[in-house]
């Protein structure tokens, strides 16, 4: 089969090349680990609620992180198929529900069992709620339909209001439509010009630069922890940060795809596991910069990060090199429990929110053993989905879809 070609006349990769069976176990190692952090990150917010004096300061960035990933693993695995015709439009998206929904259904369903378990000092608006409400919520939910601030009895402003995280499922829905829709199909320079523009929003979202009017006046500046609510601020900081990272992760692969040396696995002395976690680590737990005097500090970090920091997380992520068993088989177990851990975990963090809120005044050693303890069971919940829910159900769709 003869290589098709972008604007420059230069070969892209082969079918063959795309398509080899090579699994990226660090990637999805990394995966698992940002997605631990969104969890301790979560469980930290109880302690403070305050945007700048937080405990760990910058897990919203694993958002970010996610979206490079997802950017490099959907260009791997599906872009030369489609550009060959082997895949189709609605073959992509048929592929990618039956990866995705399975579990924002598993994250609806237990949003709506612990609903009213959840009602509290600070969410005493679930107090009010009917059955009528949790189940036009629950049908919107599965259905990706967020729903505007004012309608959110929590009054929290999220536009999901049993999974808070599905918010990002929404823009990472946004980036496969458009990708399958031409992205897919324009040469590197245009996914190039693609990423630039996005760059613009995120530069103007993380600095507030409010170039396009579309940013608001607030106490402090929201910079990059947005999305989540449905307001044109937070929709147009939300497609900053999706469009600049999903795309510059497709358009990584694309570079590295076209190296000589792509499908070559070797060995490296240098722990890029280790590295690259730590590296997520240390972003997290970086304390804010510059307080309420100087935002623009934490704006030029948040930036750096996703813009710098974390492609260059993901390229050295993505070398096939020879791991040992051991961490072999830990990156791909963690990979497995990332994305049921990422949707299943918030329902049980909001439980968290609401002792808090009524043992506020517990020893510190009692509070630290129930937030242990909601840690794990964050984590026996995400295992148990991954192994009875989303794995098998997963299944059963692709074995009708062949069928």
């Known amino acids: 089969m003869k290589p098709t070609t972008d604007e420059t006349n230069r070969p892209m990769p082969t079918a063959n090349a795309c398509t080899t069976p090579y699994r990226y176990d660090i990637l999805d190692g990394l995966r698992g680990v940002a997605a631990l952090m969104v969890v301790v990150f979560h469980l930290s917010e109880a302690f403070s609620y305050d945007p700048v004096y937080k405990h760990l300061n910058h897990g919203y960035l694993c958002v970010d992180f996610f979206f490079v990933l997802s950017g490099f693993v959907i260009g791997y695995a599906y872009e030369q198929r489609m550009r060959s015709g082997l895949m189709s439009r609605r073959g992509f998206l048929r592929a990618r529900l039956i990866r995705l929904q399975p579990m924002v259904l598993f994250g ?65 829905y946004v980036a496969n439509v458009l990708f399958c829709l ?61 469009g600049f990272s999903f795309f510059a992760g497709l358009l990584m692969f694309r570079l590295m795809a076209r190296r000589p040396d792509y499908l070559t696995t070797r060995t490296s ?4 596991f280790t590295l690259c976690s730590l590296i997520i680590i240390a972003v997290v737990c970086t304390d804010q910069i510059g307080g309420y005097a100087h935002p623009l500090l934490d704006g030029i970090f948040n930036l750096l990060c996703v813009a710098l920091l974390f492609p260059f997380t993901v390229w050295l992520g993505a070398q096939r090199v020879t791991l040992q068993p051991r961490t072999q088989r830990a990156c791909q177990w963690l990979g497995r429990l990332s994305y049921p851990l990422y949707l299943a975990h918030y329902p049980i963090v909001y439980l968290f929110f609401t002792w808090i809120d009524t043992h506020h005044d517990a020893p510190v050693a009692k509070q630290a053993f129930v937030a242990t303890a909601t840690f794990l069971l964050c984590l026996a919940t995400a295992y148990a989905a991954m192994r009875l829910w989303d794995e098998p159900m997963r299944r059963w769709l692709n074995g009708r879809k062949k069928g």
Do not use: K
């Not at 036009?136 to 049993?162: D, Y």
């Not at 002395?269 to 890029?272: A, E, F, S």
């Open 269 to 272: 002395r240098l722990p890029r």
């Open 182 to 242: 031409f992205v897919f199909r324009i040469g590197r320079r245009a996914l190039a010009a693609l990423v630039a523009v996005f760059g613009v929003m995120l530069a103007d979202s993380a600095l507030s630069l409010n170039l396009l009017g579309m940013l608001e006046t607030h106490d402090y500046p929201c910079s990059l922890n947005a999305g989540w609510s449905l307001t044109a601020e937070q929709v147009y900081i939300g497609l900053a940060r999706v």
């Open 108 to 172: 609806v369903l237990l949003g709506t069992a612990l609903f009213f378990f959840q009602e509290g000092p600070y969410y005493a608006g679930i107090a009010g709620a009917n059955l009528g409400y949790l189940a036009l919520n629950a049908l919107g939910s599965f259905f990706m339909l967020p729903i505007a601030p004012e309608w959110n009895v929590r009054e929290n402003g999220e536009m999901f209001l049993l999974n808070i995280p599905q918010w990002s499922m929404v823009f990472e």
